[in-house]
């Protein structure tokens, strides 16, 4: 996948699906979101074989079938999953800026709450804008063994609920 972003002061394309240290410096070099008020469907970034191990991951979790997010002009969001051909709202977080757990700049982080699934307390996810309608998010966990690695993926932005129903029989 090679897209070129808007807000990023380089005009080269940028190559998404290539190494976890190409998208890592990608995502350092964005800009924080003004919003990421709506719905969005997701991706997985990175190398081949880290976007096959995030999907066979995934479908082991509770974010089985997971289709991407939406977020609130209030800083919350959900998980969007495909479950029997329908889509589910899951899994609530809040949204905040702070620093990033990679590098420190600023982010919009979700994390999830204390009522949250086990598998998901200790992550947030970061976000940074490659243009108005595609986010580059990293998922994070904060445990000392895991601290500093990140899953990469891109939400992108669905213009309206009937997109998100003609989605779902796909």
């Keep these: 996948l090679t897209i070129r972003a808007v807000n990023n002061p380089s005009t080269a394309p940028l190559n998404l699906h290539g190494s976890l240290r190409a998208t890592r410096r990608v995502f350092r070099s964005l800009p924080v979101p003004a919003s990421i008020a709506g719905v969005w469907h997701a991706e ?14 995934f ?14 002009d209030d800083g919350r969001g ?5 479950r029997n051909g329908r889509l589910r709202r899951v899994t609530p977080m809040r949204l905040a800026i ?8 600023l982010v919009i982080a979700s994390q999830y709450g204390d009522d949250a699934p086990l598998q998901l307390l200790r992550v947030a996810d970061e976000f940074r804008s490659l243009d108005g309608d595609t986010l580059l998010g990293m998922m994070t966990v ?3 063994a895991m601290r500093g690695l990140c899953l990469p993926f891109l939400l992108h932005r669905i213009e309206d609920r009937k997109s998100v129903r003609r989605s779902r029989s796909r």
């Design 59 to 72: 479908n082991l979790s509770v974010l089985r079938g997971w289709y991407g997010k939406s977020f609130d």
């Design 142 to 144: 904060d445990l000392p």
């Design 78 to 82: 959900l998980n969007l999953i495909r």
């Design 98 to 105: 702070r620093p990033s757990r990679l590098d420190g700049g």
């Design 44 to 57: 997985f970034a990175g190398p081949q074989w880290l976007r096959r191990l995030a999907s066979m991951g």
